[in-house]
């Protein structure tokens, strides 16, 4: 049992440059979420999706698309990437809400935009 | 966007000391999560609380939800540098979680 996988763990993209960020999980969550964080900071929502095929805004979704064709696959794309996309990016997934939301994170991915 | 305010921002303490830590919000959450994150890796959760009033103990942990659950506490008796990390609180609205801006806590052996 892996828990959540993100790949790659460093990157880093020139402006204008796009990337796919992976991130699988293998203890069958419905809920999925990408998050950024800022040095310094607490976690920002990208986007979230509550179950295969349904995905969701959150707090700071432009400039980043997602999919979610499978429960265990949830990627995260960056597309025409700027210096204000640099962070780290983390994915997460729960079982469900309120005492079922235990979020698992993985380890996440360190992105450098120059 | 909700907006949730965590104080301190930083503490440096002994080993064995007592301290607090805060998240306030102006408004309501259906729950409250306190992560513990170590540098370089993902935040692991310590608590879930979800009625307004609640109080958790872990160990050497207590976590409280306020009554109308905007704000919510954490206490740690003496503290051992183990406990060294970034203490994050979440509110959940929804399917959405809102992260505070973090307490880093660093305790000197």
């Known amino acids: 049992n892996a828990g959540v996988t993100q790949t790659p763990k460093f990157r880093i993209l020139k402006i204008g440059q796009s990337m796919t960020l992976q991130c699988t999980q293998d203890?069958?969550?419905?809920?999925m979420y990408w998050y950024r964080q800022d040095p310094g900071m607490g976690l920002k929502l990208i986007y979230y999706?509550?179950?295969?095929?349904?995905?969701d805004k959150g707090e700071v979704p432009n400039g980043y698309n997602v999919s979610r064709s499978t429960t265990e696959d949830f990627p995260l794309r960056l597309e025409l990437a700027a210096p204000s996309q640099t962070s780290v990016y983390f994915c997460?997934?729960?079982?469900?809400?309120?005492?079922?939301?235990?979020?698992?994170f993985g380890p996440g991915t360190r992105l450098t935009v120059l | 966007t909700q907006l949730l305010e965590q104080s301190p921002q930083f503490l440096s303490i002994q080993e064995g000391e007592n301290l607090t830590v805060y998240c306030n919000s102006s408004?309501?959450?259906?729950?409250l999560q306190w992560y513990r994150q170590e540098p370089g890796e993902g935040p692991v959760l310590l608590v879930t609380?979800?009625?307004?009033?609640e109080v958790k103990k872990l160990k050497r942990l207590t976590f409280q939800f306020g009554d109308a659950r905007k704000d919510s506490s954490l206490h740690i008796t003496a503290a051992q540098p183990g406990d060294t990390g970034l203490y994050l609180c979440?509110?959940?609205?929804?399917?959405?979680?809102?992260f505070g801006t973090g307490t880093s806590l660093t305790v000197i052996p």
């Open positions: 408004s309501v959450f259906s729950s």
């Open positions: 203890m069958n969550h419905n809920y």
């Open positions: 997460a997934s729960s079982y469900g809400t309120g005492r079922s939301n235990e979020q698992f």
């Open positions: 999706s509550v179950g295969a095929g349904i995905t």
């Open positions: 609380v979800v009625t307004g009033g």
């Open positions: 979440a509110g959940e609205d929804g399917n959405q979680f809102y």
